[in-house]
């Protein structure tokens, strides 16, 4: 997890750091030569809006001047996932606890603040339905405060969640015959994003259709959604991510200016009349239909400029039969898991479909660190003539990798940069003790001959 503010010591607010709370010695003078509280209001709030949600209100100590400043802040951003960490090691003892801090922080807070509305409203940690009435409840504040960007991250801390145990989106906030809808106004809206938050097809094209500048929208982990239906010129939405909804039968979208598309595993997927799309991010196994899709649909070969593909295994991508031509692509990011020492050469045939590719990135988690002492395989000839960035994650040196990093060398001859990343890798061998110094030493050497590989005129980055 990146790095985020703490909470699990306690929800009082703390002690101030030098920045925001001056040796006691020196406050006088400070205060006395604080040019920053002769500003308006206006822009005190919105500097504090820079500020994590704990910053913000630990100005308040600093004079009467800051007192009640950060209760204004547009942005409400309560993320607590750093402390899922020491969750995890003792989830049983710790998360109950956590959790009722969490819920009163939030309490706190929502009580305290006063601003009429809200540019940014944030939930991350890790809450179950036994948080609905509360979810429900700050969901409610957000939107009667016109919310612009709101997300609610419920993720475990073991990263999944039974779709039973996640949280429901409420219904009522959406029923226009309800008396709260008179209350809430969703016209501000611009970017939504529900992770393992139970919501239903029939909630999200309400949503689009009430939030008309409804720009973004990503739905992570719904048990609940299961067909999906975006239509219509008048909608704006640019970006859209269905992810980890593994009820999902049907995705169709047409008639829209949809940008960016992101889905899971789905049977059925129709799109039609979005010629504004020009990049298409595919996770978990590949929908049986997608090559299909691909193919069906013309606009794809002269519109689409980047894919990402998400795969659990890499010989479902590389052993990929079918595969359109692209003719515009220009990126081309894959992201799979391998074994052994399995060759990866089958991604070539993958890239002589994309005769305009610029960039390719491949991320590797190898499931075992082994190298195999065989013949490289050699890719068949191919004239990559605008290549020009390779990135290659995971890179260890296994036969798998060179014989691919050499695929390039040998045909891409507007070739550039090549990024090597061994990082991820090594990392996980440390993590897992899985005989880490043996393979920093592997890796070290397998980077050495990687600089005897790469031509002079090529730009190498070993990260």
């Known amino acids: 997890m990146g790095k985020r503010a703490k909470f699990s010591t306690g929800w009082q607010l703390k002690q101030c750091s030098n920045r925001l709370h001056p040796p006691q010695h020196h406050l006088s003078q400070v205060m006395h030569d604080d040019r920053m509280s002769q500003l308006p209001d206006e822009i005190l709030v919105f500097i504090l809006s820079l500020l994590t949600l704990k910053e913000a209100a630990q100005t308040s100590v600093l004079s009467s001047r800051w007192i009640n400043l950060w209760k204004y802040t547009p942005r409400l951003d309560f993320d607590a996932s750093e402390s899922l960490d020491s969750i995890e090691r003792n989830p049983k003892k710790l998360l109950g606890r956590e959790r009722g801090r969490y819920v009163n922080w939030v309490n706190r807070i929502t009580q305290l603040h006063q601003g009429l509305t809200l540019d940014e409203f944030r939930l991350c940690f890790d809450l179950d339905v ?21 997300e609610v991250d419920l993720t475990s801390h073991n990263l999944g969640r039974d779709p039973s145990q996640c949280c429901n989106f409420p219904d009522r906030l959406l029923n226009i015959d309800n008396g709260l809808s008179k209350l809430i106004e969703f016209g501000s809206l611009r970017a939504l994003c529900l992770k393992y938050v139970n919501i239903t097809g029939e909630a999200i094209e309400n949503f689009l259709h009430n939030c008309r500048f409804l720009e973004r929208l990503a739905v992570v982990g719904s048990g609940k959604l299961v067909n999906l239906l975006v239509s219509g010129s008048s909608l704006v939405l640019k970006h859209l991510d269905i992810n980890f909804c593994y009820n999902v039968k049907s995705i169709k979208i047409c008639d829209c200016n949809l940008v960016s598309l992101g889905i899971c595993k789905v049977e059925h997927l129709v799109l039609v009349n979005v010629p504004m799309l020009v990049e298409v991010f595919v996770r978990e196994k590949l929908p049986v239909s ?3 899709v691909l ?79 065989r013949d490289k395989v050699k890719g068949a000839k191919c004239a990559l003539i605008f290549l020009e960035v390779i990135e290659l994650r995971g890179y260890c040196g296994r036969t798998s990798d060179v014989e691919l990093l050499m695929y390039f060398v040998e045909n891409a001859a507007a070739l550039e940069k090549i990024v090597i990343d061994p990082r991820s890798q090594l990392a996980d061998h440390l993590k897992y003790n899985l005989h880490g110094h043996v393979r920093k030493a592997a890796i070290t050497s397998a980077l050495e001959e990687v600089k005897q590989l790469v031509p002079k005129h090529v730009e190498l980055v070993i990260l």
Request: with cysteine; hydrophobic share 40%; charged share 25%.
């Open 130 to 150: 036994s948080s609905q009435s509360e979810i429900d409840k700050w969901l409610e504040y957000a939107f009667t405060r016109t919310v612009k960007r709101l």
């Open 290 to 292: 997608f090559c299909r």
């Open 295 to 373: 193919s069906q649909f013309s606009f794809f070969s002269s519109q689409l400029e980047r894919l990402e593909l998400r795969d659990s295994m890499a010989k479902d991508i590389v052993n990929l039969r079918d595969f359109p031509q692209l003719s515009q692509l220009k990126e081309l990011v894959i992201y799979a898991g391998a074994w052994g020492d399995y060759s990866l050469m089958g991604v070539t045939s993958i890239i002589k479909e994309c005769p305009n590719l610029r960039k390719f990135v491949l991320q590797l988690a190898w499931a075992t660190p082994s190298k195999k002492n």
